[in-house]
């Protein structure tokens, strides 16, 4: 059943559309009122249809601080987007391309959290550093290292099986001093 509403909905669909868009223009032209016109190159736009069939279109290049990296159709470019005062510009506004930015050095910005402005880079603890942090990371900082070998224990560092003998021992000594200490007060009671 699902199937068969599935198989009309595209056949629907293919008919509807193949009628609705009988486009005689070619992918690089678009469809002015009366002809199929050539589309504007990247870096310009337009500034009135082609007067022929399959023919160019008027267009001119963007203005200073504008681009348009596809070709179009369009009446104006785009703006440039402008580096914020805590970002830096990693490439320059073009007719075919956006300005480029990203977060100084120190900062940085992996997702929407920070889109007003850039986060400072986390510090690791000395040689702790997995990944240096850059412009869309912070630094990654190895958390096991620093909880195992806590630095600044130099006296008696103790590990794993040591322990246990060492927790056992004095588990044994103190309960035979105890049973000493029982067993003396019991003797001179006598
Ligand atoms: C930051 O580092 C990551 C991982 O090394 C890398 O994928 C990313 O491209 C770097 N970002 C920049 C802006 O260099």
């Known amino acids: 059943m699902l199937v068969h509403l599935l198989l009309l909905w595209l056949l629907l669909r293919v008919t509807v559309c193949n009628e609705s868009s009988p486009s005689p223009c070619g992918t690089d032209e678009f469809q002015s009122e009366t002809f199929c016109c050539q589309l504007c190159p990247a870096g310009t736009h337009l500034i009135k249809s082609c007067q022929r069939n399959h023919s160019e279109s008027e267009c001119v290049p963007c203005e200073l601080e504008n681009f348009m990296n596809h070709h179009n159709r369009e009446s104006s470019c785009f703006r440039c987007s402008q580096c914020r005062h805590d970002q830096e510009e990693v490439s320059e506004c073009s007719q075919t391309a956006n300005r480029k930015c990203q977060c100084k050095q120190g900062t940085y910005c992996n997702s929407e959290n920070c889109v007003e402005k850039c986060l400072p880079c986390s510090s690791c603890p000395k040689d702790r550093v997995i990944r240096q942090c850059n412009a869309t990371m912070d ?35 103190i ?14 009671g006598e």
């Open 139 to 173: 630094t990654l900082c190895d958390t096991f290292k620093s909880d195992s070998g806590t630095p600044g224990c130099h006296c008696l560092c103790l590990s794993g099986p040591l322990t246990v003998i060492v927790v056992i021992a004095a588990v044994i000594i």
């Open 175 to 188: 309960i035979a001093a105890v049973i000493a200490v029982i067993w003396c007060v019991l003797k001179r």
